[in-house]
Structures are given as structure tokens and as C-alpha cells.
């Protein structure tokens, strides 16, 4: 399998994490679990055949996606098909990044996956098709980051409020009141929800959940003899039937499951 990454220029670095391409991706199952980690997402497929997502409750009721789509901040794990011999391109926003690319509040598109013509009409099929028509990667990488350049509307000056909110918020190890986190950038409680629906699509609470969640997966990533316990507390959770409930929420299964059936990329868990 080819698999590439590319880190845009400023300024669209400071909003996108990276551009990725694959191509070749052969796995040995049919689906798998995608869990949240408070990011966006957007995939340019790059060959004909349509792409599934899975009811999570239900396998047989699907969505076929067959272009390009854009995940919205999903707060619960989504099941999408493992297709062989895929081929296609993507951007991985940063938490707060997809707001200057799109212009309207991100909540609008939380839990969504929705075709993304939607949201840039007839401009994403001359973007797939010059992507087609350029076989070098680096190349494509270049095509993609003009494209996003276009689209980029700059933010507003609250926008950075609401950065150094969530920067505070997931670097306090215990959390933060929402009270507190408001009063550190001088607005009020609600001002702040209603800034996070816009420019994060998550409210400040379950932001600080999903980020937690993230914490424990970062931590035990390369542990093969995990202590529970101790991840637990050094996540920040209560206790552990705590830390056990918050996990199997967002994941769908417990910790001792995830690690028997987790992949090379902690987001993402095979369905054999």
C-alpha cells in the first residue's frame, strides 16, 4: 500500500493537520470502526466504485458515498466499509479548523456525513477530476492545497478565543468548569457554548469527553500489559467503571475488547 502525508503552508497549517493520500490498502477485513477524536474530516475517492457506511445498530441499513464526503464531528463511533483496492485523498482538519473552509456553524454537521457538493457544489467534481488527471502524489498534494487556499475565507477575531479555549481545556489533565474556562478568555458561559457549536461543532463538555477518551488511547497505544486503573486515573476519570462506561460510549466496546481487535491506527478497529 502507498500511503503519503503532506503538512500545508501557512497559513492553512495552523487550521488543517494534514492532507493524506492511499493507495493500494488491502486489509483483511470488510469493516471497521472509526471512533471520534473531535476532527473533521473530508475524503476525495479516487476510483468509481462507491464507499458504505454502516448503521452502527444496524449493518443492513448503508449509505453509498460515491465522490467525496465530509465527516462532521461524529460523538459516537461510525462503521464504514474496508474496501480493497482503494484508492483516495483527504484533509484532516485541526479541532477548530474546518470553520474558515466552510463559513457556517460546524454543529450543523455534527454526527453528518454528508456528499460534499453539498457544501462546495460543482467545484469538488473539477477538483476530483484534476486530482485524476495528475499522477504524480506530490503533485495531487499541490492540487489540493490550491483548492483549500481558494476556499479559505480567513476567520474572525473570535475565532481565537475559542482556540485558546480548547488548548486550555484539553491540556488540563483533570478538566476544566465551564464557568472557569469562560472566565479565562473573558466571555460568558453561554457565549462560549454558542462559540463552540460554531467554530469547534461540539459543545465545551463533550469536547473535553472525546479528548479524554483521545488521552487514554494515545497513552496505552504501545502497551501490550495495560493497568487499568492507573489509566484511568491518570486520564483524569473517577473511578474505573467511570473510565469503563466513558470508553464503551464512544467506542462501542469495552477497553479489554479494544485492545484484542485494535489496528497500527488507534482510531480506527477492524470488524472481523
Known amino acids: 500500500m502507498i500511503y503519503a502525508v503532506h503538512h500545508p503552508a501557512p497559513p492553512l497549517r495552523h487550521f488543517i493537520e494534514h492532507l493524506w493520500f492511499f493507495e493500494g490498502y488491502d486489509p483483511d477485513h470488510t469493516m471497521e470502526r472509526l471512533l471520534p477524536d473531535a476532527t473533521m474530516e473530508i475524503v476525495i475517492n479516487l476510483?468509481?466504485?462507491?464507499?458504505?457506511?454502516?448503521?452502527?445498530?444496524?449493518?443492513?441499513?448503508?449509505?453509498?458515498?460515491?465522490k467525496?464526503?465530509?465527516?462532521?464531528?461524529?460523538?459516537?463511533?461510525?462503521?464504514?466499509?474496508?474496501?480493497?483496492?482503494?484508492?483516495?485523498?483527504?484533509?484532516h482538519f485541526r479541532p477548530c479548523g474546518a470553520y474558515p473552509f466552510l463559513g457556517f456553524g460546524l454543529s450543523e454537521?455534527?454526527?453528518?456525513?454528508?456528499?460534499?457538493?453539498?457544501?462546495?457544489?460543482?467545484?469538488?467534481?473539477?477538483?476530483?477530476?484534476?486530482?485524476?488527471?495528475?499522477?504524480?502524489?506530490t503533485n495531487k498534494f499541490a492540487v489540493l492545497e490550491r483548492f483549500l487556499g481558494a476556499q479559505f475565507r480567513g476567520h474572525p477575531r473570535s475565532f481565537r478565543s475559542v482556540e485558546r479555549a480548547l488548548h486550555l481545556m484539553l491540556r488540563s489533565p483533570h478538566g476544566m468548569a465551564i464557568?472557569?474556562?469562560?472566565?479565562?478568555?473573558?466571555?460568558?458561559?453561554?457565549?462560549?457554548?454558542?462559540?463552540?457549536?460554531?467554530?469547534?461543532?461540539?459543545?465545551?463538555k463533550l469536547c473535553e469527553r472525546i479528548g479524554k477518551f483521545q488521552g487514554v488511547l494515545d497513552m496505552i497505544e504501545h502497551q501490550e500489559r495495560i493497568d487499568w486503573a492507573q489509566v484511568a486515573l491518570s486520564c483524569g476519570y473517577c473511578d474505573q467503571s467511570h473510565f469503563i462506561k466513558e470508553f464503551k460510549a464512544f467506542s462501542g466496546i469495552n477497553p479489554s475488547r479494544y485492545i484484542v481487535d485494535r489496528s497500527e491506527y488507534p482510531n480506527s478497529v477492524p470488524i472481523w
Open 47 to 66: 476510483r468509481p466504485e462507491p464507499k458504505r457506511l454502516y448503521h452502527r445498530d444496524n449493518f443492513d441499513d448503508v449509505q453509498s458515498f460515491t
Open 109 to 137: 454537521l455534527t454526527d453528518q456525513v454528508i456528499s460534499l457538493d453539498l457544501v462546495w457544489g460543482n467545484r469538488i467534481y473539477s477538483l476530483r477530476e484534476a486530482l485524476l488527471d495528475t499522477p504524480d502524489v
Open 68 to 91: 467525496s464526503w465530509i465527516s462532521g464531528k461524529q460523538t459516537q463511533y461510525i462503521v464504514i466499509e474496508a474496501a480493497r483496492a482503494s484508492s483516495m485523498m483527504g484533509v
Open 179 to 204: 464557568r472557569d474556562l469562560a472566565d479565562s478568555i473573558g466571555i460568558t458561559q453561554k457565549h462560549l457554548i454558542t462559540q463552540f457549536d460554531k467554530f469547534v461543532g461540539l459543545k465545551p
